[in-house]
């Protein structure tokens, strides 16, 4: 097949362009590198079944050739970085989602769009099933990057509803993995990045909202499956095991052997204050469930964030001397 992946440059996106490649397929990346880094994908350069169009999606998109699959991935995604990119996470949730859809339809493609468990929000059902609708604040803060994911959502079953095109939504719970920038300011590696340095681990709040941490394997599993599967309607691909942050805090501590102490700050304004999905549907339609529990992710994890702390440690010695 041929496959195009919008925010191919990302955490995410640049882990699923391996995975399509490693089975096979071409794969064309999207990406205008606003939260994802060329790093991701140096490693493919110069592979005849790997292509790069550096490109705001949320413009006109021209490929040639024929597509088999459009997968848009392109949105910041970490909390931090939607609150510094509010109008480019709507346009590209929006925009992006019209203009990716758009080319699915003229090329015959099939279609998979990169949804989220914030389309929760905050939920009053939980685990959460797919059939929950969710409970929103659509003028806080969140907003911006829920609605804009509810918005696609909606704008892909009215493609697949009116133009007949065939149409996967996955929802995505906290994932994590090599490849996160450290300084993304997701909960993860934040505190691996924290606990390497020796500094405090930032924890907003109390520590006791909960979250339900997917290593990124498990997931680009599930997306897989859920691109090759025929189901059309949203379908949850997270790890169910549900942990307080105080107890992720704990795990990175032991996990990297660090002596970080704790540093309590205000919780952000529409935190979630629980978050579990219910992976009924993923279990029956796609044989999927995670394989991978936290401490062994945080394992495989943690010597990629070493590395890079190590080197820029290194970096800034070498800068320091010239100065
Ligand atoms: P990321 O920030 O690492 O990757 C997003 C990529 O999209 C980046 O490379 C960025 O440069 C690119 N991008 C953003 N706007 C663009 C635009 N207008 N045009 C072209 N490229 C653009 O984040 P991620 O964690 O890899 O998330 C990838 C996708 O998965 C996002 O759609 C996100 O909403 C979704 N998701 C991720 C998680 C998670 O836990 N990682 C959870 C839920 C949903
Ligand atoms: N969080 C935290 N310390 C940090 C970063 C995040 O305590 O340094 C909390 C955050 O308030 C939230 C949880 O960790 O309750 C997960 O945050 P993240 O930004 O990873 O993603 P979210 O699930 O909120 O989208």
């Keep these: 097949m041929r496959i195009l992946i919008t925010g ?26 606003i939260t994802g880094s060329p790093d991701n994908i140096a490693h493919l350069m110069g592979n005849p079944r790997f292509s790069f169009i550096q490109l705001d999606v949320t413009n006109y998109i021209y490929v040639e050739g024929k ?21 480019p996470t709507l346009k590209v949730g929006s925009l992006g989602t019209h203009k990716t859809l758009g080319l699915a339809k003229a090329k015959g493609a099939r279609y998979l769009l990169a949804s989220t468990s914030e389309v929760y ?19 806080g803060p969140r907003g911006v990057y829920d609605e804009a994911k509810r918005f696609a959502e909606a ?47 930032t924890i907003y709040g109390d520590g006791s ?15 897989y499956r859920l691109f090759m599967s025929d189901r059309v309607d949203p379908t949850n691909i997270g790890n169910p095991v549900e942990f307080t942050v105080a107890q992720l805090a704990q795990a990175v501590l032991e996990e990297t052997g660090s002596a970080s102490k704790l540093d309590r700050r205000p919780l952000p304004t529409d935190d979630p204050k629980v978050r579990q999905p219910d992976i009924t549907v993923a279990r029956r339609v796609l044989g999927w469930e995670p394989a991978i529990p936290l401490r062994e992710g945080l394992r495989k994890t943690i010597p990629y964030f070493r590395r ?10 070498v800068l320091g001397n010239q100065g």
């Design 67 to 87: 597509l088999d699959g459009v997968l848009h991935f392109a949105s910041p995604a970490s909390p931090v970085d939607y609150l510094e990119l509010p109008i």
């Design 121 to 139: 929000g905050d939920p009053l059902v939980h685990p959460q099933p797919e059939t929950y609708w969710g409970n929103v604040n659509p003028v």
């Design 308 to 317: 890079l702390v190590e080197e820029n440690d290194a970096g800034a010695r």
């Design 8 to 33: 191919g440059a990302g955490f995410l996106g640049s882990h699923l362009v391996d995975r399509f490649i490693a089975e096979g397929h071409d794969v064309i990346a999207v990406d205008n590198f």
């Design 209 to 223: 909202q909960t979250r339900s941490f997917t290593y990124v394997e498990d997931e680009v599993e599930g997306i």
């Design 155 to 201: 704008l892909v079953m009215a493609y697949h509803r009116y133009h007949g095109v065939d149409v996967r939504i996955v929802r995505i719970f906290n994932t994590y993995g090599p490849r996160m920038r450290p300084a993304d300011g997701r909960v993860v590696s934040n505190f691996i990045v924290q606990a390497l340095r020796g500094e405090p681990l």
